[in-house]
């Protein structure tokens, strides 16, 4: 027999004589003896402690006794979303505008791979397994062999 196999053997035989043990000493131990040395931490009395007020306003807080201010920062765009849904129109009317508010805070970014793909052909390769029509394969490293 395996070494191996011997120890697991042993391992839970153990195991099962030790949870034996504890199971039978909390049924049928002695009562009231748990734990006779406990730290206890005197926290001193709740009327001890006060709250601090803390009120806010447009140009900052204010904690206590203590002012602080805040800087307030602008939104560049100048319709809300309130504003786009009164707007009369067709529903791919709406999706157009809201493309285009999107596009303009949108910063313009150049792609450094030498053979880049789509999100649509990164689809395909994935249900493919990774071939593709004039491509090179994809060789596809699933998350649990690294594990």
């Given at each position: 027999?395996?070494?191996?196999?011997?120890?697991?053997?042993?391992?839970?035989?153990?195991?099962?004589?030790?949870?034996?043990?504890?199971?039978?000493?909390?049924?049928?131990?002695?009562?009231?003896?748990?734990?006779?040395?406990?730290?206890?931490?005197?926290?001193?009395?709740?009327?001890?402690?006060?709250?601090?007020?803390?009120?806010?306003?447009?140009?900052?807080?204010?904690?206590?006794?203590?002012?602080?201010?805040?800087?307030?920062?602008?939104?560049?765009?100048?319709?809300?979303?309130?504003?786009?849904?009164?707007?009369?129109?067709?529903?791919?009317?709406?999706?157009?505008?809201?493309?285009?508010?999107?596009?303009?805070?949108?910063?313009?970014?150049?792609?450094?791979?030498?053979?880049?793909?789509?999100?649509?052909?990164?689809?395909?390769?994935?249900?493919?397994?990774?071939?593709?029509?004039n491509r090179p394969?994809?060789?596809?490293?699933?998350?649990?062999?690294?594990?």
């Amino acid at each position: 027999m395996n070494s191996y196999f011997i120890f697991a053997i042993v391992l839970t035989v153990a195991y099962i004589i030790y949870y034996a043990v504890i199971i039978a000493h909390d049924l049928y131990g002695k009562k009231g003896t748990d734990k006779p040395n406990e730290e206890v931490f005197d926290l001193g009395a709740p009327e001890e402690e006060e709250s601090v007020a803390v009120t806010e306003s447009e140009t900052g807080f204010c904690i206590g006794s203590e002012n602080y201010e805040t800087e307030s920062t602008a939104t560049s765009s100048e319709t809300s979303p309130e504003d786009v849904k009164d707007k009369p129109g067709t529903a791919q009317e709406k999706l157009e505008r809201l493309k285009a508010e999107a596009e303009e805070q949108m910063e313009e970014t150049t792609p450094y791979l030498s053979d880049a793909r789509t999100s649509e052909e990164m689809y395909k390769a994935m249900i493919f397994k990774g071939r593709l029509d004039n491509r090179p394969e994809i060789k596809w490293n699933p998350i649990q062999d690294r594990l």
